[in-house]
Each structure stands twice: as structure tokens, then as C-alpha cells.
């Protein structure tokens, strides 16, 4: 990523920030005409939803301006614990702001299963740091079962090792998923749960919990603390999908690349937008083969 220069000659380094807190607040409305009115003073874009049980946010800009936001977000009692996590962007990664007040802040479709108080998600899985993942793993060995909290598509690029991958294309789809029985097999082994950035996991465990799981676990801080504390050099393999214009990221220099080409089955990490031609999801198609024949494999 290159820095780009106003007209004065200052530098102007993109950053990203990807955020959530599960609090009660008691006028959602007003906490999104406050974030509306401080993103748009400050040029940032990106995406912010929130909910009666909280804030979940993705925003992005000039690194000056990302770090007067978040110094305002902490000001506000609720958000004062609230856990930032920080990414180089590109500064054309979010093509506009949405700000918006929605039933969840994650939504899996269940609002009234998700009770919330001022220290999160109440009867959530136990917090294990990255340090602590390797501890249990160590401890437990193959009974350990690493549990993604993503789509089947974001896992087609990377995951933790011998991870369960649920064959869900929605985070909707986790309800009937953990309902059909397919999992209770596991529910007497040590399950981690992860995502991105924790959020789905704070949910997806306490779901676990209430449908019999008995020893449930969320990654503290999701992959993208994982990835800055051991990159490629751990349990995880591949690259991590991102909800912007730079689609995956890589936290080393000699990241694995475990997806597949739909077209022609060969290794790569390369999604084709096939929204730019009437379908209304990604898929991946390596480099190759875009030059090709730019049509996703729906069109073929």
C-alpha cells in the first residue's frame, strides 16, 4: 500500500478499523445520527450497524482522521472498553457510509436467543486469547475442534487446520445448521469458535451453549488477532477474506494458498465480482482465467 499526498504535500496514510461492542443502549437512533455526523466530519466511509445490544463497524480513511474517531468513540461511556482493531487500506476500500440501526448488530435471524448486559454477550463461549488456543490445543491435542464462524466462501480461502467448515452462505443459515443435528457429535470435545473479528463467535457460542454444546470457546479478538500475534507460523492456513475492496489479506510472505479456481481448479486466493454481471455473489476464479473469459461460472 502506497500513501497518497494532498495538495500541501502532507502524507496521508489509509488505515482501517473494524470494531464492535455488545452493551445495552437505550437510544439506537440517537447513537446513529451521533456516528453519521462524526464519520462525516472526519471523510470517513465504511459501514456501521447498531442495535439495542450494541455497535458493529467498519470504517475507513486518512490514518489522522481515523484515530480522531476512535478517540471519540471511547469518550462515549458504553464504548469506553470497545476493542479496535487496526488494518492498512488502500484509500478507496468502502465506496460509501452506511450507517444504519438494525434487530441485531450480527444477524443470525434469533434476536429474542441473545440477551445482553454491560460486560457482552451473556452466556457466550470462554474467551481464549491466541496464546490460549495453542494451550488448549497442546493440553487436548486432536480432540480440539476449531469451529468456523463464516460463510463457506470466506473459508475457501482460509481457516484454522482440520477446522469444521459449516456449508452455510448466510450467517441466517447457522441456526438451522447447528439445529440439524449434523454437529452433536461434538458437543461433549472442546469447540473454538472464530471469525474475522470475533463478533459472529460472541453469538455463534452462545447459540452452541444453548443447544447442548458443553465446551464451547471464542477466539478473543478472531483471526485477525491470531494472524498479528503468529501470521502464517500457527494453526492458521491461507488468507483472511475481507468485506472491501481488498478482499483478502496476507499477514506473511509466505502465506498458503488453499483455494481453488472454480474454473480450472488451480491454487489461488482471486475472487471475480460476479455482482458486475446480474449475480449477487463472489466466487473464486484465479487470474488466468478472468482473462480469459470474464464470466463467472453461472454465466458459463
Known amino acids: 500500500m502506497l500513501p497518497s499526498h494532498t495538495a500541501d504535500g502532507r502524507v496521508v496514510m489509509p488505515k482501517i478499523v473494524l470494531f464492535y461492542r455488545f452493551t445495552p443502549l437505550a437510544d439506537p437512533e440517537m447513537v446513529r445520527l451521533w456516528q453519521r455526523e462524526v464519520c462525516e466530519r472526519y471523510g470517513l466511509t465504511g459501514r456501521i450497524l447498531i442495535s439495542r445490544d450494541g455497535i458493529n463497524g467498519t470504517v475507513g480513511g486518512p490514518m489522522a482522521d481515523v484515530k480522531r474517531y476512535v478517540r471519540g468513540l471511547k469518550e462515549y461511556p458504553p464504548f469506553k472498553d470497545i476493542d479496535v482493531k487496526w488494518s492498512d487500506g488502500t484509500g478507496d476500500d468502502f465506496p460509501r ?26 452466556g457466550g463461549g470462554t474467551h481464549l486469547s491466541p496464546e490460549q488456543v495453542h ?5 487436548h491435542g486432536e480432540d480440539v475442534v476449531f469451529f468456523d464462524g463464516r460463510n463457506a466462501l470466506e473459508a475457501s480461502v ?17 441456526v438451522a ?22 463478533i459472529r463467535c460472541e453469538v455463534l457460542s452462545a447459540l ?25 507460523d500457527g494453526l492458521w492456513d491461507g488468507s483472511l477474506f475481507v468485506f472491501d475492496k481488498r478482499m483478502t489479506l496476507d499477514y506473511s510472505d509466505h502465506t498458503k494458498v488453499i483455494g481453488r479456481c472454480a474454473v480450472c481448479d488451480s491454487p489461488t486466493k482471486e475472487f471475480l465480482d460476479c455482482a458486475q454481471q446480474g449475480c449477487k455473489a463472489l466466487e473464486l476464479v484465479c487470474a488466468s482465467c478472468q482473462q480469459v473469459s470474464p464470466l463467472c461460472t453461472e454465466h458459463r
Open 97 to 122: 457510509l452506511s450507517v444504519k440501526v438494525r434487530d441485531e448488530i450480527v444477524t443470525f435471524g434469533v434476536p429474542d436467543e441473545i440477551s445482553v448486559d454491560e460486560s457482552g454477550i451473556v
Open 208 to 232: 452452541m451453549r444453548r443447544r447442548g454444546f458443553e465446551q464451547v470457546y471464542q477466539l478473543d479478538g478472531g483471526i485477525v488477532r491470531y494472524a498479528e500475534k503468529y501470521g502464517d
Open 158 to 174: 482460509g481457516r484454522f487446520r482440520g477446522a469444521v467448515v459449516p456449508d452455510v452462505a448466510t450467517t441466517k443459515d447457522f
Open 177 to 198: 445448521e447447528l439445529d440439524s443435528g449434523k454437529y452433536d457429535d461434538l458437543k461433549q470435545r472442546p469447540v473454538i469458535s472464530y471469525c474475522t473479528g470475533g
Open 135 to 139: 494451550e488448549l490445543v497442546a493440553e
